[in-house]
Structures are given as structure tokens and as C-alpha cells.
T-cell receptor, first 118, second 114 residues
């Protein structure tokens, strides 16, 4: 299956600093990537859809200036949490759209990044 | 409105037995896709199986099969011959033709007992 990597896998930072998370599709090109946030024991919450070469589409309630997304190439999307605060502490997961045999598309997920803001 | 419902917050199954994880969905779109993902404690979401709304046969992938009942809008995941490594959270998801986003259910935690 398609492989998606995410870096870093965990990060601890001080309040007020910015953190960049990278999402890469390793063996396929992804014109569309997605960023999710997951709180403990809850389901995934879509934050934004990242399309290569264009601006990301953010879900309602997600601050664009807080969570900066850049999809600069067909294999890389980045999420930057700017001026992080403790309430931004969470598990962030990216995914990339890929196509199955037969033409249907699915999402392959990265391993996630656990962010802790002190 | 809740588009994906998973009524079982937690399930237990004995090793080597089969287990069914429930998923019902709600959509007015005639074309959609249904997906199941596994999330072990490591956090990674692992794609398991896909069912298209127009597929005539139930999808199967190894020990995973999807019991698709379109009229009832259900897409239950069946895991045969459970293994200890199957212990994880399982999420049902749907993508409608109109959108490119997935909608995830709340998940079911499966515990396989030795």
C-alpha cells in the first residue's frame, strides 16, 4: 500500500513558539492531503484540506492564521502551528489521497505527531 | 446530523473467533464510498477495506470482510479468526461523491482476549 510519513512523531515546545509538522507521500504523488486533529479517545476531526499549488481549505472553526498549511509539492504538505498554546496540545495526523485498483480513492495516513505545549 | 454511527464503544472477542463491528451511515448522495480503518495504540491509521455504493458484492480483504446492506445503510466490518494484534480502535468512514472529505464515525475499541 501507499506509504505516508510524518515528522516529527512527537514534539514538546514552549508556549508562544511555532512548530512545523511535515507530511510526505513516499511512493506516490498526492495532489490532495488532509490534516486532522484527534483528542484522546475521540475520532478524527478534519482541520483542512491541502491541495498542491493552491490555498488550503479550512474547516469551520479552524483558524487559518493559527494553523498554516503549505502544500508546496506533490509529495509534501506542512502544517505550522503558530504561537502554540497548551490548548493546541493534541495528536495531529495527516493523510494523502491515493487511488485504489478500480479507480476509487482512499486516504493513507501518516503515523501522527503528538504535540505537547508547555 | 450524525452521518456515521458506530453504536459499540467497545467490544471483546476471544482469540480465533469472528467479530462484527457495526457501522450505519446517512447520506442522500447516490454515489459514495465506505471505508474501515484500524488505529492501534501507536496512533497510525491503517486502511483496511473499501466498499463502493454501486459495488454488487461485499468487499473482502484477507480476514476482513464488509457486510454491506445498502437498503439498511449499514456497512459492518467482519473480522474472522481474531488475533491478539487485532486489538485496536476501528473507525468507519464515508466519502460522498459531492465532497472529497471523509466523515469518520466515533470508533469502536476492540479487545481480543487470549
Amino acid at each position: 500500500g501507499a506509504v505516508v510519513s510524518q515528522h516529527p512523531s512527537w514534539v514538546i515546545c514552549k508556549s508562544g513558539t511555532s512548530v512545523k509538522i511535515e507530511c510526505r507521500s513516499l511512493d506516490f504523488q498526492a495532489t490532495t492531503m488532509f490534516w486532522y486533529r484527534q483528542f484522546p479517545k475521540q475520532s478524527l476531526m478534519l482541520m483542512a484540506t491541502s491541495n498542491e499549488g493552491s490555498k488550503a481549505t479550512y474547516e469551520q472553526g479552524v483558524e487559518k492564521d493559527k494553523f498554516l498549511i503549505n502544500h508546496a509539492s506533490l509529495t509534501l504538505s506542512t502544517l505550522t502551528v503558530t504561537s502554540a498554546h497548551p490548548e493546541d496540545s493534541s495528536f495531529y495526523i495527516c493523510s494523502a489521497r491515493a487511488y485504489l485498483t478500480g479507480g476509487a480513492d482512499t486516504q493513507y495516513f501518516g503515523p501522527g505527531t503528538r504535540l505537547t505545549v508547555l | 446530523a450524525q452521518k456515521i454511527t458506530q453504536t459499540q464503544p467497545g467490544m471483546f472477542v476471544q482469540e480465533k473467533e469472528a467479530v462484527t463491528l457495526d457501522c450505519t451511515y446517512d447520506t442522500s448522495d447516490p454515489s459514495y464510498g465506505l471505508f474501515w480503518y484500524k488505529q492501534p495504540s501507536s496512533g497510525e491509521m491503517i486502511f483496511l477495506i473499501y466498499q463502493g455504493s454501486y459495488d454488487q458484492q461485499n468487499a473482502t480483504e484477507g480476514r476482513y470482510s464488509l457486510n454491506f446492506q445498502k437498503a439498511r445503510k449499514s456497512a459492518n466490518l467482519v473480522i474472522s479468526a481474531s488475533q491478539l494484534g487485532d486489538s485496536a480502535m476501528y473507525f468507519c468512514a464515508m466519502r460522498e461523491l459531492r465532497g472529497q472529505n471523509f466523515v469518520f464515525g466515533p470508533g469502536t475499541r476492540l479487545s481480543v482476549l487470549p
